[in-house]
Structure formats: C-alpha cells, structure tokens
C-alpha cells in the first residue's frame, strides 16, 4: 500500500510539472463591472476555470454589489465534429456567443432561475466563445452548459477551455495532459483513503483479537452487529438537501473554521477538537477541491460529508460500546460487561446521536474510554494508565465543553488511592508522597498539553476566550428552565432521573437501578460501585446543577455508567442458585426485546419521518411558480428547495407575498406565545381569517401503540414543558394551508 501511495504521488508531481509548464493555460478571461452594462472600468479581471456561481461569489469575495455583469472570453475546443447544444441556466440575463453568433438568449426578465439553449454544428478544431451574465440584486446562479448530438446537457468543463487561440493539436495535446493530471489527483487521493483504511482495519483486527483473546468476541459481536444495525438505519435521515438534526456539525461549518486555521478569533459554541476530526475525515474531499476536481457546494459532494460527519459518529458509537464493554469487565467481570454494552445500545438518545454529527456520540466515546483508563489507574497504578486516562479525559472535555464535570472527583479518588497503596507500604509521608509522583505530574503535563494543543490557544487565544465568554454567558443562561432555589434543585434532580428512566423505559431503568443497589450492598463491589458513582455524582453537581436545566443527551454520561450497573444486574440474575433458570433467562430476553422495540422507534420514525410524506404531497400538487412559505427554522421542515419557498413571519407579509401554500409545523408552532406577530398568522391561518384553508395534516403514527410506556418524545402529545429532547423534533405534526381562489 506505501508503494502504492509512493507511486501515484510521483506520478501526479510528474504530471503536474508537466502541467505548470505547458503554455496552453486552462480557462477564460474574466472581468466583471460594477453595473449591468458591461462598461469600464472592470473592478476585476481574472483568470476563471469556468463561469459558474460559485465562480461569481468568489470573484466579489461573497458580498458582490446590487447590480453587476461579468464577462468571459476565450476559445474551446471540440474534439469532433458534430451539432453541439449550449444552453444557460441562470436567474438573470445571460447570453453565450459562439464563434461570434449568439446561440443562446437567456435575456428575459424573470423572478427564478430558467434556462434557453441554442445548437449549430461545429468542425473539430479551436473556436471562440464569448459569454455574458448581468445580475440585478442575490442570489445569484449561473451554469453554462453544452452537450453533443442528443447527449444530456453538462457543465462545460475547465478543461475545454483556453483564455488564448492555439493551435488544435497543442490544445488537444494539453487537454490530455491535463485530463491525465486528473486522473492522477483522483488516484493519489484514492490511494491515500485506501492506506488510511488499511490503518484502520488492521487497528480493528488488533482490537478483535484482543476481544477474541478475553473470549467475549463470540458474544460481543452480535451486540456490535445489532448495534450496528440500530445506528446505521436512518442515517440519511434529511439528506440531501438538509440537516433536519438540531445542532448538527454539518459540512459548512467545519470548512469554514478549517478555512480559518482554527485560528485568527475563531470559535464556535462547542469546543474545536471534533472539528479537527471531522476535517481530518473530510480531508480527501477537501483535498479534491483544492485541487479543483470537485465542488464541495454541489448536493452530491455536500450529502457525501454529510454521510461521513455521521459514520464518524457510527464508529464513535461502536468505539463506546467496546469501552463500555471493557469497563464492565474490569469492574463487574466479563459478562457483566457484555451486558452492559448492550444496555448502553438501547438508550434511544444514544441510537439517535450515533447517526447524527452532533458531538454527544464522540465526547461519550473518550468518556467511556477514559473511565476504563480511570478503573486500570485505580486498579494497578500503571504510568501508561495515567497517561491514556488524562488524554482521554481531555479529548471528552475539548470534544465538548460539559465533559469537565465528569473529572471533579477523580484526580482526588486517585490520589486517595494512591496515599492507601503509600500507606499500606509504609512510606512515612504517603499523601506528600502521592502528590509528588511522577505518575500524578506526568498525566498532569499531559492533558494541559493537550488541553493547549486541543484549543489552539498558541495561535487563538482570543478565540478561545469568546468561547468560554458564550458557554458562560449567552450559550447557558438563556437555557435555564430551573430556579437557583432548593425547590428548583429538588425538580431538576427530579426532572434528570426521569429522563433518565425515559431513554431507556422502565424495564431497563428498573434493571440498571437495580445494579446499583446490588453493587453498594455487595462488600467486594463496594468500592470500585463508589469509584463508579463518583464521577456521575461530580457531573450533576458541576454542571447540570450549575447550569440549571436538562435535556435527555446530557443524561448520557449517567446512562454509560448505569449500564455498568445494569450489566452486573444481569449477570448476578442468570447466576443466582435459584430454580428456575429457564424463567429468569426468558424474562430477561422480554426486558431486552421490549427496551430493543423502545429503541427501535427512532430509526422507524426517522425512516418514515411525516417530512417526507409533505414533500410528496405538495410536489404532486404544486405548480412550477407556487411559492411556499413556511415560518420557525427551516430546519424543522421538509426539503422545500425543490420548490419556491420564502419564510412568512406575520400576516402583513402574508397578504404581500400570498403563497399559494403554507406549512406549518404545528409541534413548534405550541411554544409561539398566541399574542405575537407570528402567533396571530397561526391563529388567522387555523381559522381562515387569512384567506387559507387546512389543506393537509399529518404525522406518522408510531410503529407499536400497544408498547408500554413508548418514548414519549417520539409518539406523545408533545406538550410537555420544558422541552427536554430533541428526539420531538422527529416525525413532527404538520399542517398544510392552501390559499383560496
């Protein structure tokens, strides 16, 4: 594979000296105008691969002014003869001259993007082309397109184009080297994905044989499997075309802070460590359009990071199991452990962040890692221990922000442990002892390092101030739902446990609650049952407790850990010398089917999300000039792209822009205070005041009504307060008005 790697990548340097030195350059002259008559002087003149809008956005940095044109001028080749059609989509004037004759008239005043073609027959050979665009106010779209003899019309290609007339077999002669360059930049890049693969897979192999090599692989597997299964169902949940996932790390995001180097006062809500992954996952697809190859703007290459931002969460999930796995084994033994990972799969918030790119799934991950670190360190006080504990630890916190909460305790257990082993060796000073170990320093000096490293403070430490100065301030307060009294504490600690009997349902929550009580009643369980607590103890008191509000993802941390609980439930369950251990074995299969069918629901409601159906039933009924209006957050609608569609806050604009259709997500629309603007269009459009009538409504009635005490986020009302879940957000109501004649 390395000689693989070597070889493409001296093959394409060679192409590309090759290419750097050719005198035939690729593209045409452009120069656009600040108004929209195409006259001097230029503000800027450049060298362009090809008209496109992502060509025009560039030119004028993204802020282009009201009225501009652009032109591009240069010469084509046509490698055979034949009748060519060229054609313009664009959502103002637009013309395409060939050899000196317009050929397509894309003029005409209009409020959407449309498109004119126009043929003739050409010779092979080299001929002149001339393009126009005006833009009279954004957005603004433009591609220009062409196709041979009944072909489908495509995007003409950088490569056809010259900004200069050259001979016909210099041109064709560049227009191979230049194909044989991309070809080579395709093969490099693949072969660099390939050898990262191979990383992976043999890193894979290594873990399974150790998981061979404590015997629970056989097991083990088929929670994976089924894990696996869960996850991946949905994942293309909104895509293409949107993120229907609240707070997702989309694409967009993640380039435009790897465009600013993570640097120069860049900061975000959530902390840069994830974001560095992402890119590193992105970066073949990066790489790739720096090269040109692709455009990343574009529905299919922009879906493609979107399925990868969330197989990275796949593989997180997947990662979490196995530690949690490894966590229970060391606490409770090998198959409390297997139990516990398969606890931990059937948390529906767990199902549902595992195939969303939103940071809960990988910060769990280095938790779960980290805690098994923390059980070895607390174990056998290994320098190699301290180390992983304090990295992973790290990478939890710098992955997202609430993770510090889950370290409060621990350096102390640690270092009580510590002075016991001093004690009990008979060192005259054990706690001075303990606190001047190279093992404490090392780990110490190791996660600041990373810390630093993690947050970029050498190079943004302004940035890294905004950040806390938003976590601190506007990113927390506005969320408080509890008051800083006792009675508000007694509610939220209320509200968190049973959010945490919610994700799971109350099988489970009875099983991993009844681990816990097993655990602190069992003297040889006593200790590492405290070790375990600890940390879900530091968490709420650090942080939920600080903030003073809750949601079913932040209940997480406490889930993994319950597990580990639930895990050694299971396992004294099918131990115990009672009779009977057929019953115990089938009821215990009626717990795991049950909380499987609870988990089960998130990917069949994601799969048959109510947004599709309201997709499918405006698109067989909206013509092609029907507006669309919509008010919230595009976010939490159906892929309305396909249609004209503009957001309607307030019935002024209603009357103004009279939609001929307007949906309504009725689960948000509950929290619009009914004397607001928007509150009033709700009403007036419900009682067709407004001039519009309901038209359609739906959402997808859950998979198995009969199930008790189904996750009521997902098939309730939806009408408790405060939101706790964005698992409601999934198949939400709809409402469709139409207006009257």
């Avoid at 802020?63 to 084509?76: C, D, E, K, L, N």
């Avoid at 002149?128 to 019309?153: K, M, N, S, T």
């Avoid at 995007?155 to 560049?174: I, K, L, N, Y």
């Amino acid at each position: 594979m390395k000689r693989g790697v070597a070889a493409a990548t001296v093959l394409m340097a060679l192409l590309g000296v090759a290419d750097r030195l050719d005198p035939v350059r690729a593209g045409l002259n452009g120069v656009y105008f600040p108004n929209l008559t195409w006259s001097d002087p230029p503000a800027i003149s450049a060298l362009d691969p090809q008209p496109s809008t992502a060509r025009l956005a560039d030119a004028w940095h993204g802020a282009p002014p009201r009225q501009f044109s652009a032109t591009w001028t240069g010469w084509f080749i046509v490698l055979s003869e034949g009748s060519y059609t060229f054609a313009t989509i664009s959502n103002a004037g637009s013309w395409v001259y060939v050899d000196g004759e317009l050929l397509v008239d894309n003029g005409r005043p209009r409020e959407a993007s449309s498109g004119a073609t126009g043929s003739r027959g050409l010779t092979r050979g080299v001929h002149a082309i001339h393009i126009r665009y005006a833009g009279d106010g954004a957005p603004f779209d433009l591609r220009v397109l062409w196709a041979r003899a009944g072909q489908p019309l495509e995007m003409m290609p950088a490569w056809a184009f010259t900004p200069r007339r050259v001979s016909v077999t210099g041109f064709a002669m560049s227009v191979a080297l230049r194909r044989s360059l991309a070809g080579a930049e395709w093969v490099w890049v693949g072969a660099l994905v390939l050898w990262g693969f191979t990383a992976v897979w043999s890193a894979w192999a290594k873990l399974q044989a150790w998981l061979e090599f404590q015997g629970v692989w056989p097991a083990l597997k088929w929670v994976l499997a089924g894990s696996l299964i869960l996850n991946l169902a949905g994942i293309w949940w909104g895509l293409p075309g949107g993120s229907w996932a609240p707070d997702e790390l989309v694409p967009v995001l993640v380039k435009e802070a790897a465009a600013r180097h993570f640097a120069h006062g860049w900061f975000d809500r959530y902390p840069p460590f994830h974001y560095y992954v992402l890119t590193a996952a992105f970066s073949p697809l990066f790489l790739l359009e720096w090269l040109g190859r692709i455009d990343l703007t574009a529905p299919a290459p922009y879906a493609v990071l979107a399925v990868i931002g969330r197989l990275v969460s796949i593989v997180a999930a997947l990662g979490t199991l196995i530690a949690a796995f490894a966590a229970g084994a060391r606490a409770f033994g090998t198959r409390a452990g297997v139990f516990a990972a398969a606890m931990l799969a059937l948390v529906t918030p767990f199902v549902y962040y595992a195939k969303t790119a939103n940071l809960d799934a990988p910060y769990l991950f280095w938790f779960a890692l980290s805690l098994w670190f923390y059980l070895r360190v607390l174990d056998d006080l290994q320098l190699s221990d301290f180390i992983g504990f304090a990295a992973c630890a790290t990478f939890a916190i710098c992955t997202k922000d609430q993770a510090y909460g889950l370290y409060l305790a621990t350096p102390f257990v640690i270092l009580h442990r510590m002075w016991r082993v001093n004690r009990t060796a008979g060192e005259p000073r054990p706690l001075m002892q303990a606190l001047l170990d190279a093992r404490l320093a090392t780990a110490g000096l190791v996660g600041v390092g990373l810390f630093v490293a993690g947050h970029n403070l050498v190079f943004n430490m302004s940035g890294f101030a905004a950040h806390v100065r938003y976590i601190t301030g506007a990113g927390s307060e506005t969320y408080r739902d509890f008051e800083p009294t006792v009675a508000g504490r007694i509610a939220l600690l209320r509200q968190s446990a049973n959010l945490v009997r919610v994700a799971w349902g109350w099988p489970m929550y009875l099983v991993s609650a009844g681990g816990l009580i097993l655990a602190m009643v069992t003297p040889r369980h006593r200790r590492v049952a405290l070790w375990l607590t600890l940390p879900i103890v530091s968490y709420y008191l650090g942080f939920i407790n600080v903030v003073l509000y809750t949601y079913d993802r932040f209940m997480l941390p406490v889930c993994l850990v319950l597990s580990l609980f639930g895990g050694l439930a299971c396992d004294r369950w099918l131990s115990s010398r009672w009779q009977g251990r057929t019953w115990r074995i089938a009821a215990l299969g009626a717990v795991f089917a049950c909380t499987t069918m609870y988990a089960a629901t998130v990917d069949l409601l994601m799969l048959r999300d109510s947004r599709y159906m309201v997709e499918q039933w405006i698109a067989e009924r909206a013509r092609a000039e029907d507006l669309v209006g919509f008010v919230f957050p595009l976010q939490y609608y159906p892929r309305l792209e396909r249609f004209p569609f503009k957001e309607i806050t307030g019935v002024g604009q209603l009357a103004h822009d009279r939609p001929t259709y307007f949906v309504l997500n009725a689960d948000y629309a509950r929290a619009e205070p009914a004397d607001s603007e928007i509150g009033r269009l709700i009403a007036g459009l419900r009682s067709g005041a407004l001039g519009y009538g309901m038209a359609f409504q739906y959402r997808e009635p859950g998979p198995w009504p009969w199930l008790p005490g189904a996750p009521r986020d997902l098939v309730g009302d939806r009408v408790e307060t405060p939101i706790t879940s964005v698992l409601r957000y999934v198949n939400p109501q709809f409402e469709v008005f139409k207006r009257g004649s």
